[in-house]
């Protein structure tokens, strides 16, 4: 019984659900055991008296009548007792996310009072969200300091609910990112660029988080780590941090329509050219930044379709040949 006091710092998160369970029982070992009033809370009491009358149900006329009695305890004990169910995972996982019974109400279709009947009594997390090492340690478990695993999805769910709230989890539970329906076919072919980023964003973070730590992958992880120094120096001396990086890149693009290679050009000297320099267009940072995500920067089409290239002289092509 110490064990599932609600005093003790390493609690389960069932707690009260185990007291009631063995204030339920009737064995000569636990016949004696009685409420403590300063412990049993009205919780532990209405969860004893499910308990017995759940234990006595020999049909399902029986369990019907106990849903119709206490409905909210009966479907969330139903919740629990489903072991394994993605169902389970998320629920547990949006009351760690820190959103309310009306919310993971709506996000899974349970009403609001099978939520917190869930929370009291089969996973008692929301007086200690603000204590990171019992969410850490008990409420997610072992697995999370020995090395997640893609396959233990409840495991991941929890500590992305925990780290990064409701809507990170939508979008490692929906498995999509900021998702919006197309209304035409163009929209369609950007729904499919869209996607493709997304999953590739989300599953990179996925590995991340899920690469162990071992002989096989230490010398890749302290090569991947080296990089980042490297960039990291590099960025810092310019003495702006690592945005210096970026502004250096970004500047140097804009400056690049008006150079040539080897030394500074003046529109007269190359007159057959400079109306073609005049179209020339360079990518800037920004918009090379889009369309790696798949966007189109404005008036970038118009630009490439205006190009246009000046026709071989006959000495180009006897060199070309030649």
Known sequence: MLEISPNNPRRPTDWRWQRACLLAENTPTT???SFNRRIDDEWVRQAASFKRQLDTCDDDADRR????????LYWAHDIYQDEGNPYKSELEARLLSRDDSPGISLRLGVEPGTVQMYEKLFYN???KLDTPGYVYHTAIGREMHRGFTEREYDKLWKW???AYGSLMLDSLIGQAIDVTAPENQTQVKAAWKDDGMGSIIRKQAIAARTMPVNSFTQADLLHIWTKFVE????????GAGSSQLLANVEALLELAPKMLVGRRANDEDFPALSMFDKQGHELR?????????GEVPPGLEETLNSLSFPEMTSHEKTEQGS
């Open 31 to 33: 016949e004696q055991l």
């Open 65 to 72: 009548s106990l849903m119709n009695n206490s409905s909210d």
């Open 125 to 127: 997390v929301e007086d």
């Open 160 to 162: 992305y609910a925990y």
């Open 231 to 238: 960039i990291e120096k590099t960025a810092e001396a310019g």
């Open 285 to 293: 940072t920004h918009e090379l930044l889009m369309i790696a995500t």
